[in-house]
């Protein structure tokens, strides 16, 4: 399997995920904005994009990562499809997509945009991190309860956006600690090393 991917961006998420997961990914950087060749593989232009063995090509990281977790059930990374803790898991997956990484990105990183845009964005994000502080103050150490879940992996490689995005974590010590919490896993940190970034203290 080959993942495509861009430093410092949300294909960091799969990456844990296939390092959690024990899964060998062959990786090609893309030069985002300005990659013809992966335009014509990829027509949404952005990354993640998962190349399978069949020659297919998988799109939409909450996709690629539950694709990634049921190639490795044993993992634990995706309940079994079908249970309560998947749609669990999904609801989690969405809220992070919509109510978190498309927050962050674009309105965070395109001053362009204007600071009413970006203040609207801020505020957003504030009662969407509180909302993950009340979950994760109730003490267990990962979404979904005990076991590191691909949605762990998603919302880490989001909020790990925070310091460029100047989001103060202070307000959140929960989320904080959970956050050092994941960044100190062995197999996150080799793939924050493997997808070029460096590890962050919160
Ligand atoms: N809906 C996509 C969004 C992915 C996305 O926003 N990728 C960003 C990096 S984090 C990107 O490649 N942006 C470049 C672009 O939009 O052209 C997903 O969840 O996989």
Known sequence: MKLHYAAGTCSLSPHI????????????????????EYVALNP??????????????????????????????ESGLAPPAGTAARYE?????????????????PWLFHPEYGEVAQQVAREKIATRLALVERHLA???????????????????????WSP????????????????????ERPKVREAIFAHGMKIASY
């Open 89 to 105: 898991l999904q609801s989690w997956l969405t809220f992070i997509s919509s109510e978190l990484h498309k927050m962050y990105s």
């Open 17 to 36: 995920v296939a390092s959690e997961a024990g899964i060998p990914l062959e990786l090609q950087r893309v030069q985002l904005g300005n990659d013809p």
């Open 44 to 73: 949404k232009g952005y990354v993640p994009a998962l190349g399978l063995d069949d020659g297919s090509l998988l799109t939409e990281g909450v996709a690629i990562v539950q694709y990634l977790a049921d190639r490795a059930p």
């Open 164 to 183: 460029f995005a100047k989001i103060d974590l202070a307000p959140y010590p929960h989320l904080r600690n959970y956050m050092n919490r994941v960044s």
């Open 138 to 160: 109730k003490g267990a150490p990962f979404l979904l309860g005990t076991t590191f879940t691909v949605a762990d992996a998603y919302l880490f490689t989001i909020v790990g």
